[in-house]
C-alpha cells in the first residue's frame, strides 16, 4: 500500500506557533481524517502540502515525487477545497468555471453540470452573493469535475446544514470506491470521521500525536472512570488527560492493556469515543504547559 502523500521532519515557525517535525505518511485509496483543535496547525498543514506556504524543514512527497517537481501535475492531479474563499468575487458561477476549466487537463464539463444541477448551484449569481455553503459546494463541484486522483479539503463540512453535510460524506464515500483515488479532510466534527474515515491524523499545537486506523485507535485507548481516592501522583503519572468532578474523575490512558490491569477492579473501563481521546489529549497537554 502506497503514500499518496508523504512528510517528512516538515517544520515550519511563525512568531507565536510553530509546527515540529511532523513526518507521516497518507495512504492511497482511503479517506483520511485531519483533526486537532482550534489553531493545532491544520490549516498550515495543507497549505504546505498544497505548495502554498513553505516549510523551514523537511520533504513532502506527492504521488511519490518531491512535491516542488511536477508542481503543475500535481495541482492536476488534486482537487482542493480551501476553508477561505479562493475565486473571484465580482463574477458569476458560470464565468468563474470557465475561468477555471482549462487549467485542467481532465476537465469533464457533464460532471460538473451534474454536479451543479445536485448542488442546486445558480450560474448566474456572482460568487461574493452566495452563502458559506454554497461557496463550499462549488468548491466542491470544481474539485470533483476534473478527474483529481486526490482530494484535499480544509474544513469542507464546517457552513454545511445536517442534511447536505450527510449527503456529502456518502458522496465522498463512493468516490473513493475507484481504490486509486484519496481524500484528506479536516473537520472538527468527530462524527464526520465516525462516518466514512479510515484513518486519522491527529496534531495538537503544531505535533503530531497520532495517525492511525480509525478502527484500532479506539481500542488503544481506555477511559477510566471512578473515584477521586484512586488518584495518587504515581497513578496520575498513567494519564494522558484527567477531568475531575466533586467526587469522582474520568481520565484517558494511553496503553489500553496496562490501565485495564491496573483499573480493573477499582474503577470503570471503557473504550473512549474518538472525541474523548481529543478531549482528553487537549487537556492533558494544557495541564503540562
Ligand atoms: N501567515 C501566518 N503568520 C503568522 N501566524 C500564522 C500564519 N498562518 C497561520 N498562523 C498561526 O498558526 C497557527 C495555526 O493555524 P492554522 O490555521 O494552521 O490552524 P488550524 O488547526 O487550521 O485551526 P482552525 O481549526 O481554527 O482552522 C495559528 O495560531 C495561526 O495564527
Redesign the pocket.
Known amino acids: 500500500m502506497s503514500d499518496v502523500i508523504k512528510l517528512q521532519g516538515l517544520s515550519k515557525s511563525?512568531?507565536?506557533?510553530a509546527?515540529r517535525d511532523i513526518s507521516l505518511g497518507i495512504k492511497e485509496g482511503y479517506i483520511t481524517g485531519l483533526i486537532?483543535?482550534?489553531?493545532?496547525?491544520?490549516?498550515?498543514?495543507?497549505?504546505m502540502i498544497m505548495g502554498m506556504?513553505y516549510p523551514d524543514q523537511g520533504d513532502i512527497q506527492l504521488f511519490g515525487k518531491n512535491h516542488l517537481q511536477q508542481q503543475a501535475a500535481n495541482k492536476d492531479r488534486i482537487g482542493y477545497v480551501s476553508?477561505e474563499n479562493i475565486y473571484y468575487e465580482h463574477l458569476t458561477v458560470k464565468d468563474m468555471k470557465r475561468v477555471i476549466a482549462p487549467f485542467y487537463t481532465r476537465w469533464d464539463e457533464k460532471t460538473y453540470l451534474k454536479y451543479q444541477e445536485k448542488f442546486k448551484l445558480p450560474p448566474g449569481k456572482k460568487i461574493k452573493d452566495l452563502s458559506k455553503g454554497m461557496k463550499i459546494k462549488f468548491s466542491l463541484a470544481v474539485a470533483l469535475s476534473h478527474g483529481a486522483d486526490l482530494l484535499i479539503m480544509?474544513?469542507p463540512t464546517s457552513g454545511l446544514d445536517p442534511i447536505f453535510r450527510r449527503e456529502l460524506l456518502e458522496l465522498l464515500s463512493e468516490h473513493i470506491q475507484d481504490e486509486k483515488k484519496s481524500i484528506v479532510f479536516?473537520t472538527?466534527n468527530t462524527s464526520d470521521l465516525d462516518r466514512i474515515a479510515d484513518y486519522i491524523v491527529f496534531?495538537n499545537e503544531?505535533r503530531l500525536v497520532f495517525n492511525e486506523m480509525r478502527e484500532t485507535l479506539t481500542e488503544k485507548y481506555l477511559l477510566v472512570k471512578g473515584g477521586r481516592e484512586l488518584l495518587d501522583r504515581d497513578v496520575r503519572h498513567m494519564f494522558i488527560g484527567i477531568r475531575e468532578t466533586g467526587v469522582g474523575f474520568e481520565g484517558l490512558i494511553g496503553n489500553r492493556v496496562e490501565g485495564e490491569r491496573y483499573f480493573k477492579d477499582t474503577a470503570i473501563c471503557e473504550m473512549p469515543t474518538l472525541e474523548e481521546i481529543m478531549y482528553f489529549t487537549v487537556k492533558g497537554s494544557e495541564a503540562h504547559v
Open positions: 511563525y512568531d507565536r506557533f509546527l486537532g483543535p482550534n489553531g493545532a496547525g491544520k490549516t498550515s498543514l495543507i497549505k506556504v476553508d480544509d474544513e479536516s472538527h496534531i503544531g
